[in-house]
C-alpha cells in the first residue's frame, strides 16, 4: 500500500490534487482512497488530504500518520504542519518553494530521508498562466514515487480533466501543459 | 455490475437517481449538502423526473416529505446533525401516519460544542422515533443500504419510514472504489411505490393525522410496534433479494472471524473497517479476536445479537454517541440488555469514542483489544463506562 498526506490551505487545491490522484490510480484497475480532513472551513485554514493505494481492498478508515510521501503545497505550512512527521523510510517529502534546498531542510527539524524542493508557482505560471500549484505537486509526486506509468498518467489525468473542468474546458490545456513540463522538469 | 469511484455522498445520490423518487425534499447542511446538490443537477438535466422541493429548513423539508408522501408519492431527503434534531418532531408524526419515507443520514455530531465532523448523537437522537435505522461501514454500503431500504419501509407489513446512516466526511467525502448496479437492475428492484391508502386516491376520501383519542392511541402504538418487528423480517428478506442480484451479503450485522473468538469489539460505521483490520493484526499474533459490525440498529436485532456473542470471553460495545445517562453509550445499553438472558454471558465494557469525528487509528482499537484481553486475565470487569483516545 502507498499512504500519501498532502498539507495545503484551504484554496490551494490539495484536496483536489488528493481526489485527482484517486482518479488515475483508479483507473490503473487499483483500490483507491482520497479524502480530506477540515479544520474550520474557511480559505487559508490549513488542511490535510490523504490517498491511500492498494491492490487490494482498503479496510481503514483513519488519517494517515505513517505516510510513504508527503506533499505540501505551501512551504508556509512545514513548521505549523509539522510535516516531517512519521514518514516511512524510503520515503519523501515534496515541497512547493522558491527557497534553496539547504533553507528547507534547516526547517525539516532534523529530517534525514529524501525531500525534493520543486517550484510549482514557477511551473504553474508558465503553462496556466496563475498560481495554481496543486498540479504540478501531483505530477511531480506520481513521478517520484513512481505510483504510475507517466504515459498512463499522463492520459489519465487529461481524462480526469475533462470531467472535472466539463463546464470551463478553456482550462484543460493550461493543465495539460502544466503537467508535461513538470514531468520534465522533475528529476526522480 | 459498474465499477467505479465515487464519494459516500455522491454513492447516495448515485443510488437516488437510480431510484428516480417522485419526490425530493431538502435543506443544505454539512456535511450531507453534497447530496441534495447533486440530486439536484440530475433534476435539472433531466436525468430523474422527481419534483425538487428547495425548502427554507429541515423541518419544512421534513413535513413536506410527509405532505407528499401521505399524498402517495415515493419521497426522500438527506441530512445531518441538527438538520435532524429539527425535524425531531416531524419524525414521530411521519412513522406514526406509517410513510415511508427515506432520509439518507450523514452522521455528524450535534452541537455543541460546534462541530462539522462525524459522530452518532444525531442519529442516535433519533432512535426512538420509530424509524429504521441501518448504519453503513463505507460508500459501497451506503449505496446499497439505500437502495434496499426503500423495499423495506414500503414493505406493506411494515410501511414506515428508515433512515441509512454512514459517517460524515470519513465515507461522505472519501472516493472509494463502488460497484454500482445498472440503472435497469435497480429500477426492477426497487419497483413502482403503490401506497395501500393515499390523499390523492380520488376513489377513497381518507384523513391524515387527525386527534387521536385515549380510546385509540395506545392501539396506533401497539400496530406501530407490530410493524417494527415485522420489519426485522423484512430487512432479512430484502437482504437476500439484494444479494442474488449484487452478490453482497447484508443481514442484521456482520460476524468477522467471531466463530472461534474471545474477545470481540461491537461496532457500527466507518470504524467497523479499521477494527477489522486490527483483528486480523492480532490474529497474526495468535490473539482470538473478532469483531461484530452492527447494520441494523432499529428494529434491534436482540436475541441474534446475543446468539453471535454468548461464547465470548469478554467484548467491548463501542458508542460513537454519548448518552449522559452515566451507564455507557446507547448501543452498549441495548446490547447488555439482550445479553442478560442468556445462562452465561461475556464480561461486557462500553467505550465511548470518536466523538466530533475524533480519529479511530488501527492503534486506537488495538487499546481496546488490549483491555478485553486483560479482563479475561484477571476475570475483572472493571470500569464498565470508558472513554477511548481521551486527553483527562
Known amino acids: 500500500m502507498i499512504e500519501i498526506r498532502w498539507h495545503g490551505r484551504g484554496g490551494q487545491g490539495a484536496k483536489t490534487a488528493a481526489l485527482l490522484l484517486a482518479d488515475v490510480a483508479f483507473e490503473t484497475g487499483r483500490y483507491v482512497q482520497g479524502f480530506p480532513e477540515y479544520g474550520p472551513e474557511r480559505m487559508g485554514a490549513p488542511i490535510t488530504a490523504y490517498n491511500r493505494i492498494d491492490e487490494d ?56 530521508g529524501n525531500f525534493f524542493v520543486i517550484d510549482a508557482e514557477k511551473i504553474s505560471v508558465a503553462t496556466i498562466g496563475k498560481n495554481f500549484p496543486n498540479i504540478p505537486m501531483l505530477s511531480a509526486l506520481v513521478k517520484i514515487a513512481g505510483i504510475m506509468d507517466e504515459a498512463e498518467f499522463v492520459s489519465g489525468i487529461e481524462a480526469s480533466f475533462h470531467h472535472k473542468f466539463a463546464t470551463k474546458p478553456e482550462v484543460i490545456a493550461g493543465n495539460m501543459a502544466a503537467v508535461k513540463l513538470t514531468l520534465q522538469e522533475v528529476n526522480a | 455490475m459498474i465499477r467505479e469511484r465515487l464519494s459516500g455522498n455522491e454513492a447516495v445520490a448515485t443510488a437516488m437517481k437510480q431510484i428516480n423518487p417522485d419526490v425530493v425534499a431538502a435543506f443544505p447542511i454539512t456535511p450531507s449538502t453534497e447530496v441534495p446538490q447533486y440530486f439536484s443537477r440530475f433534476v435539472a438535466n433531466g436525468q430523474v423526473d422527481t419534483e425538487f422541493v428547495p425548502v427554507e429548513s429541515e423541518h419544512s423539508a421534513i413535513s ?61 437522537g433519533a432512535r426512538d422515533a420509530g424509524w429504521i435505522q441501518l448504519y453503513s461501514e463505507n460508500n459501497q454500503e451506503a449505496y446499497d443500504n439505500l437502495i434496499q431500504i426503500v423495499r423495506i419501509n414500503e414493505h406493506k407489513d411494515v410501511m414506515l419510514p428508515g433512515m441509512v446512516c454512514q459517517d460524515g466526511f470519513i465515507t461522505s467525502h472519501a472516493v472509494e472504489n463502488i460497484e454500482l448496479l445498472e440503472d435497469e437492475i435497480v429500477k426492477t428492484f426497487v419497483g413502482e411505490y403503490e ?63 467471531l466463530d472461534d473468538a474471545e474477545v470481540a469489539v461491537v461496532i457500527m460505521g466507518s470504524a467497523a473497517g479499521t477494527a477489522k483490520e486490527t483483528a486480523d493484526r492480532l490474529r497474526a499474533q495468535g490473539i482470538k479476536a473478532g469483531v461484530l459490525k452492527l447494520r441494523m440498529f432499529r428494529p434491534f436485532p436482540g436475541e441474534e445479537i446475543a446468539g453471535a456473542l454468548s461464547h465470548l470471553k469478554a467484548i467491548a460495545i463501542m458508542d460513537r454517541a454519548e448518552s449522559f445517562s452515566n451507564m455507557g ?8 440488555a439482550a445479553m442478560y438472558d442468556l445462562e452465561t454471558r461475556p464480561k461486557m465494557i462500553d467505550y465511548i469514542y470518536g466523538l466530533g469525528g475524533r480519529d479511530v487509528r488501527v492503534e486506537s482499537i488495538k487499546t481496546v483489544f488490549d483491555a478485553l484481553q486483560e479482563i479475561v486475565k484477571t476475570d475483572e470487569t472493571g470500569d464498565v463506562y470508558r472513554y477511548l483516545d481521551v486527553r483527562e
Request: charged share 20%.
Open chain 1, 57 to 112: 481492498p482498503i479496510r481503514v478508515h483513519s488519517n494517515i500518520y505513517d505516510p510513504n510521501f508527503v506533499v505540501v503545497i505551501d512551504d508556509t505550512l512545514i513548521e505549523p504542519a509539522k510535516v516531517a512527521k512519521g514518514v516511512k523510510s524510503g520515503g519523501a517529502i515534496l515541497i512547493n518553494s522558491k527557497k534553496s534546498r539547504e533553507e528547507i531542510h534547516a526547517r525539516l527539524g532534523g529530517y534525514k
Open chain 2, 64 to 124: 413536506a416529505c410527509v405532505g407528499s408522501q401521505a399524498a402517495g408519492a415515493r419521497t426522500m431527503t438527506a441530512t445531518s446533525s441538527c438538520g435532524l434534531a429539527l425535524m425531531h418532531e416531524i419524525l414521530y408524526i411521519a412513522s406514526s401516519s406509517r410513510l415511508p419515507i427515506t432520509i439518507s443520514v450523514v452522521n455528524r455530531a450535534l452541537s455543541g460544542p460546534i462541530n462539522i465532523n462525524a459522530d452518532h448523537s444525531d442519529s442516535m
Open chain 2, 195 to 257: 401506497p395501500e391508502h393515499y390523499l390523492l386516491n380520488p376513489n377513497e376520501t381518507i384523513s391524515i393525522g387527525p386527534y387521536d383519542s385515549s380510546n385509540f392511541y395506545i392501539e396506533h402504538k401497539r400496530q406501530q410496534a407490530e410493524a417494527v418487528k415485522n420489519a426485522k423480517r423484512v430487512v432479512m428478506e430484502i437482504g437476500k433479494e439484494f444479494e442474488a442480484l449484487s452478490g453482497r451479503s447484508y443481514g442484521y450485522f456482520e460476524e468477522y472471524r
Open chain 2, 329 to 336: 453509550g446507547p448501543v452498549f445499553a441495548e446490547v447488555k
